[in-house]
C-alpha cells in the first residue's frame, strides 16, 4: 500500500485530534506469516511533527515500538506514562487502549518504527472514544 493511502487511511480513522498536528505514516513492509495462518505482520516508519500526535486508540494487534529520533510519550489504558528517546522500545498488547502517543518536544519533529503482528486484513488501528 502506497505512503500516501496508508496515511490518508490514518487520518480517517482517527478523525483528527483538535489542535494536534497528525503523524506522517510510511509503510515499510507487510508480509503475510505462512507458520501463523490468517496473521500478517506490517511495519510502518511514524513521523510526529513538532507538538503532534495521537488521538486514543487501540490496535487490536501486538504492537513493538522503536525510537529512532526525538523523543515520545507513551501510555496504554492503566499503564505507566513513559518518555521515550532513540534506542528505546514500547509495547502494546492487543487489548490495550494507547491513551496517550506524542512527541515530546513542542519543536523538534519525532521518529519511530512500530512492527505489528495482527489478523490478515485487520485495520491498522481502530478510534477508541
Do not use: C, W
Amino acid at each position: 500500500m502506497p505512503t500516501k493511502t496508508i496515511a490518508l487511511l490514518l487520518l480517517a480513522q482517527l478523525g483528527g485530534a483538535p489542535n494536534v498536528p497528525p503523524p506522517e505514516v510510511k509503510e515499510l513492509m507487510l508480509k503475510d506469516l505462512p507458520e501463523s495462518p490468517g496473521r500478517d505482520v506490517l511495519m510502518i516508519n511514524v513521523e510526529y511533527p513538532p507538538g503532534g500526535g495521537d488521538p486514543v486508540h487501540r490496535h487490536n494487534a501486538h504492537g513493538f515500538i522503536y525510537v529512532l529520533e526525538g523523543s515520545i510519550v507513551m501510555q496504554v489504558k492503566g499503564g505507566k506514562q513513559v518518555t521515550l528517546t532513540p534506542g528505546q522500545t514500547f509495547y502494546e498488547g492487543p487489548d490495550d487502549v494507547h491513551v496517550v502517543g506524542r512527541n515530546a518536544s513542542r519543536t523538534k519533529p519525532a521518529k519511530f518504527l512500530v512492527v505489528l503482528v495482527k489478523e490478515k486484513g485487520a485495520p491498522v488501528l481502530v478510534p477508541v472514544e
